[in-house]
């Protein structure tokens, strides 16, 4: 992963030797094109490494695209990738890092909602627009009093992937009237994403008139759950549910099948790798999550960028969010090209870019791409996947509303 990553990023690296546009943006002179900067931020190693290379791909694919189609003229794209390593810190410096980049037009990232809450303000004090293929706090648009009054904290911050509170609903919902579930175990990593999907998966199963059977927490980086197994076990739960990423979830499950308790681990995203799958082994057999969007493999639309991102070489799990990511990097790709004529790029552009991303509307390789007054997606679409013969299975999709 790391040489994979030296590879990917290659463009970022060698920015500084290719020569700068001059003062007036025009490229045409001199017969070159304008070098505009796509930033992508994300764990490239270490914790959800697999998920955040995946991003990475997305972006590189979509700006491979508009090179050679020439979407913009006059304008030649790089992706310069910052690893956040899924630490809000590293989040928070990589956006100064952006910032500070003139070439830098746009940003597609992070993974992480907890990595977002560090850098929306960064990206807002700046006017630097912010895309996120898979955060799904609602607090990150919606404020933190989102449940009760909506208000939208940074006008530079969109996502490309539906919230927590659908998302939550969904997976309670599928729990409680699908698998006929009735006691639930609830854990969570204590992170943003993590126990904020928790809650909102508990609210709904006890609506719908379950159980809860117990109530614990991990923290990210544990592996060894022997405890949580036995409370679990002897708590007579007929399902655990975990609010986290794959890293902890994948040893998670194994324990608990090891120890005796043959129940589904159901998660959300951030469970949704083959990483999951190929870590924990038979452990994970009738397993479940839920993730944003429609299976990109079943897309029509996603067919030549699946194929392009296998015949590349570029590691990662492109299923997880690399159709997203390729949609997000598309709608700043042609915010660009409504602000940016013939390489020339005006002043205030990234203010420019942030109100042409507003009115985005197209139909994106992973669906319809629009942003409400909040800067989510309107494309409400959610999946629930389960583990069958080794491979995510698609079982139910459709809205939620509620």
Known sequence: MVILTAVLTTGALTLTACGSRDDSGDSKDSGKKTEIIIGVDAPLTGQNSATGLGIQG??????????????????????????DKAIPASGQANATQFVQ?????????????????????????????????????PELTQGKNWQTSKSRP??????????????????????????????????????TYGAGLAKLFKAGFTKAGGKL??????????????????????????????????????????????????????????MFSDTYIQTAGDASKGDLVTSVGQPVDSLPSAADFIKKYKASGLKGDYGTYGGYSYDAATAIIKAIGNVVKDGKIPDGARAKIVDEVQKTKFDGIAGPVSFDEYGDTTNKQLTVYQVVDGKWKAVKSGTFTG
């Not at 997305?58 to 690893?83: E, R, S």
């Not at 309670?172 to 175990?185: E, F, G, I, M």
């Open 58 to 83: 997305g972006v590189q694919i979509a700006v491979d695209d508009a090179n050679k189609n020439n979407t913009v003229p006059g304008v030649t794209f790089k992706v310069k990738a910052l690893d």
């Open 154 to 191: 940074f006008k530079t911050y969109f996502r490309t992937a539906t919230t927590d509170a659908l998302q939550g609903g969904f997976a309670a919902d599928y729990a409680y009237n699908t698998l006929k579930k009735r006691k639930v175990y609830v854990v969570d990593d204590k992170q």
């Open 213 to 270: 059977a117990g109530e614990d927490h991990v923290n990210t980086g544990d592996t060894d759950f022997n405890a949580l197994v036995t409370k679990i076990k002897n708590s007579k739960a007929d399902l655990v549910y975990y609010g986290g990423q794959y890293d902890e979830s994948e040893k998670l499950t194994k324990q608990l099948k090891d120890g005796g308790v043959k129940v589904p681990l159901f998660g959300g995203d951030g």
């Open 101 to 137: 980049d003139d070439k830098v037009l746009g940003v597609v990232g992070p993974l992480n909602s907890g990595v977002a809450t560090q850098m929306q303000q960064v990206f807002a004090t700046a006017g630097l627009v912010e895309i996120s293929p898979s955060n799904t706090a």
